[in-house]
């Protein structure tokens, strides 16, 4: 079974960037980036397919966020600019089905322990 691993959250200002990092053990067909704000549920931010690089993106982020990967590295990015208040949440990554791209995050598992990312205003 595929084992995630996040990294690269942090705190931040209104207006700034990240950069997030989903490293891979394991085969995975898509990878999907997902938060979490405290009493809030699970929500897809967005999401790639390993073959293919197709994508898709919450309303909420497009413009603004970007997700890529690095095949050699089996790592999956999440380039966070133009960071708003509301996008404070932790931030999780999870395995995604062999059909291809889904916002629902039951469909995903395999989640990793989560990064934090805290946006000031």
């Known amino acids: 079974q595929v084992q995630l691993m996040e990294s690269g959250g942090g705190a931040v200002q209104t207006g700034g960037s990240l950069t997030l990092s989903c490293t891979a053990s394991?085969?995975?067909?898509?990878v999907g980036w997902f938060r979490q704000a405290p009493g809030e549920e699970r929500t897809i931010v967005a999401a790639?397919?390993?073959?293919?690089?197709?994508?898709q993106y919450a309303d909420s982020v497009k413009g603004r966020f970007t997700i890529s990967r690095d095949s050699a590295e089996k790592t999956v990015y999440l380039q966070m600019n133009s960071l708003k208040p509301e996008d404070t949440a932790v931030y999780y990554c999870?395995?995604?089905?062999?059909?291809?791209?889904?916002?629902?995050?039951?469909?995903?598992?395999?989640w990793g322990q989560g990064t934090q990312v805290t946006v000031s205003s």
């Open positions: 790639i397919t390993w073959i293919g690089g197709n994508t």
């Open positions: 999870g395995s995604g089905p062999e059909t291809g791209l889904s916002p629902w995050t039951e469909r995903y598992n395999s």
């Open positions: 394991g085969r995975t067909w898509t």
